[in-house]
């Protein structure tokens, strides 16, 4: 599904920020990037989202290589991608399901307003229901924990039926107990929906939990890949 090769990056007041980065992501997946603050583990994430261009190497996400994708095609190549993040990024004005909704009214098949409205409507309330929120609909994220918030933000982030669900310290701001949910969730949508999960930390109990495969990185090189139960001897 992500397919990474001898990939380097470098910022102009910054090089070798990723040296010779290679790694494969099968579909279906629950694949971990662990590493240090500074690592360069955001900048991979923007890599493989499009948000940033390497300079050498080759990064494909389903055949497809990220920086041949213009404008027009990165849009539409980024619906393939969800993320959520450490910070929600919730819209705070908003209700649980104007959240939820928006990314469905963004990319909404233009036609009869009223049939519309109601698939939006019916998609939103799957999706609420799939991350176990449904009482929530009318809240605003102030009234959510943070727990809560993270499934509204996985909620709005599996709207559009991505392929592969990207989470970038989604669970550092979270207690070790709702760590433990949010990572039951995500194991628990990997296995109903097949979607691939990258899961990008710095908290090894994190990849110990739910990562089939894990990719150590440092100083932006990769120290150790491969199945975790090979990697983490003591489970
Ligand atoms: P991590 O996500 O693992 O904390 P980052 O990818 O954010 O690591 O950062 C890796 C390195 O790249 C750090 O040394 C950071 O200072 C540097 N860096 C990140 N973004 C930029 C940028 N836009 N310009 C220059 N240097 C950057
Ligand atoms: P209508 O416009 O007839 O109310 P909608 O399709 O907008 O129909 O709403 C269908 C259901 O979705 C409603 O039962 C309502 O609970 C929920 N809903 C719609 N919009 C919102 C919203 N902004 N906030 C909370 N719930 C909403």
Excluded at 90 to 95: A, I, V
Aim: glycine share 8%.
């Amino acid at each position: 599904m992500i397919k990474i090769n001898g990939l380097s990056k470098s910022y102009e007041n910054n090089i070798d920020v990723l040296k010779d980065i290679s790694i494969n992501i099968d579909d279906g997946e629950i694949y971990g990037i662990i590493g240090h603050s500074g690592a360069g583990k955001s900048t991979l994430l923007r890599c493989i989202n499009g948000l940033e261009q390497y300079n050498s190497g080759s990064l494909t996400v389903d055949g497809q290589e990220v920086s041949d994708l213009t404008g027009k095609e990165l849009r539409v190549f980024r619906k393939n991608l969800g993320m959520i993040f450490q910070s929600f990024n919730l819209l705070e004005r908003k209700t649980v399901y104007e959240n939820v909704a928006l990314p469905l009214q963004v990319w909404r098949e233009k036609g009869n307003r009223k049939k519309e409205k109601e698939e939006i409507s019916k998609r939103v309330h799957e999706l609420l229901e799939l991350v176990g929120l449904s009482d929530k609909l009318k809240s605003k994220p102030k009234e959510l924990s943070g727990g809560q918030k993270q499934r509204v933000a996985i909620a709005r982030a599996l709207a559009l039926n991505p392929k592969i669900l990207l989470c970038d310290e989604a669970t550092s701001a979270l207690d070790p107990k709702t760590t433990k949910d949010i990572l039951m969730l995500l194991s628990d949508i990997n296995k109903k929906l097949g979607i691939t999960i990258v899961i990008v930390t710095h908290q090894m109990e994190v990849i110990k939990e739910v990562c089939e495969k894990v990719a150590l990185i440092d100083g932006g090189k990769i120290m150790a890949e491969g199945y975790a139960k090979d990697l983490f001897l003591n489970p």
